[in-house]
């Protein structure tokens, strides 16, 4: 079997909250490697960072879709982290601030995903 099919079916196995989890935890593996690069390596640190950018963008956007199924306290929060993590991300590429609160989020956002996959 090749890669690709074996991607593909274990893709088609995941539940959605798995594949959030799947790739929460992709983007936070990027996070934790960009943090421990040479700040020269500026092709790892801004890869990683407009990952979890674009990541967080998505969110929001799905979020401020009025169909969103997502209670909306819980939609409102999430877009203001998106803001948060878009900001934040800005300031880690000016060398101002570092990668650990954008790890953290994602660690929690993970941890939440988990625990309601065990639930359901």
């Known amino acids: 079997m090749s890669l690709q099919a074996y991607k593909t ?3 088609r196995a ?3 909250r798995q ?3 799947r790739l929460f935890g992709d983007v936070t593996r ?3 490697h960009a943090a421990t690069v040479d700040k020269s390596d500026i092709a790892t640190r801004i890869d990683a960072l407009d990952w979890n950018r674009r990541l967080w ?3 929001a956007t799905d979020c ?3 169909g969103n199924a997502l209670a909306n306290p819980l939609r ?3 877009i203001s982290i998106s803001l948060f993590v878009s900001r934040h991300s800005s ?3 000016r060398g101002t601030e570092d990668f650990a609160p954008l790890i953290d989020i994602n660690r929690m956002v993970m941890q939440g995903l988990a625990a309601s996959a065990e639930t359901a």
């Open 9 to 11: 079916a274990a893709t």
């Open 14 to 16: 995941e539940s959605p």
């Open 19 to 21: 594949m959030e989890y």
């Open 30 to 32: 990027a996070l934790m």
């Open 57 to 59: 963008s998505t969110l």
């Open 64 to 66: 401020s879709d009025p």
């Open 76 to 78: 409102a929060q999430i």
């Open 91 to 93: 300031e880690v590429m």
